[in-house]
């Protein structure tokens, strides 16, 4: 009998965290609704409409107005950004968390300490000494000028990640490979890599949405429209559509549309990554 009420009370709902979870969806897709429909209107419609009622005769001139602006070359800086950005610090980390574990010395751990030493300095106390660098370097209004401090302000926290999930890999498994004569690119190719897979997805979306949103190192960096990446590119176009709000709109959603399918080909290994740390 006792065992029944406690099967009971488990299986009873929760009713005040449906709520507050649903309350949550509203905060969420409220914003999303209304950016999406509104970049389907012309730019008449937006102002003699109610703002939450999906367009009579919806349209794609927006998203054209922006198309001939310029957007595909923004677009395409930032995805060389962003694949660079996270190629050279996905790389380095990896290599570096692969030293810091598997070497155990005083240097290894100094490193490591380093590493979190980076995690305590914010952007944007550096922003002049890495400004005077860019110049002296003469990569200044350069692609290369946004690459380098974003992969060098993102290595930290993908060092510290990474080498945690290399410390619940078996040591065992380093041994057995290393009797059977593997050097030590062999180890990282064969073992590291495939183990840490989850973990390495999971810090290249994070890295990447970090260099796809940044807004500072190309405010400050670049100077040429021709050097311009999606975040300044929308500051841009606020102000030369400052009237034509489906435009902003619709360069919003189109900028958003890279994030959404890289999340969709890295869902799987992303939660794997997150919810990696619940599981053992």
Known sequence: MAAGVRSRAHRRPNVVGGLAGFAWLLVVIVPVYYVVITSLRDQEGFFSSNPLVPPEEPTLDSYRLVLENDFLRYLGNSVVVTLATVAITVTVSLLAAYYVVRADTRFSRLTYRSFLLGLAIPLQATIIPVYYLIVQAQLYDTLLAIILPSAAFAIPLTVVILANFLRDVPGELFESMRLDGAGHWRVVWSLVLPLTRPAVVTVAVYDALQVWNGFLFPLILTQSPDQRLLPLALWSFQGQ????????????????????????????????????????
């Open 241 to 280: 559509f400052t009237v034509n709000i489906p435009a902003v709109l619709a360069a919003v959603v189109l900028s958003t549309l890279p994030v959404l399918a890289l999340y969709i080909l890295g869902r799987r290994q992303l939660v794997s990554g997150l919810t990696a740390g619940f599981s053992r």
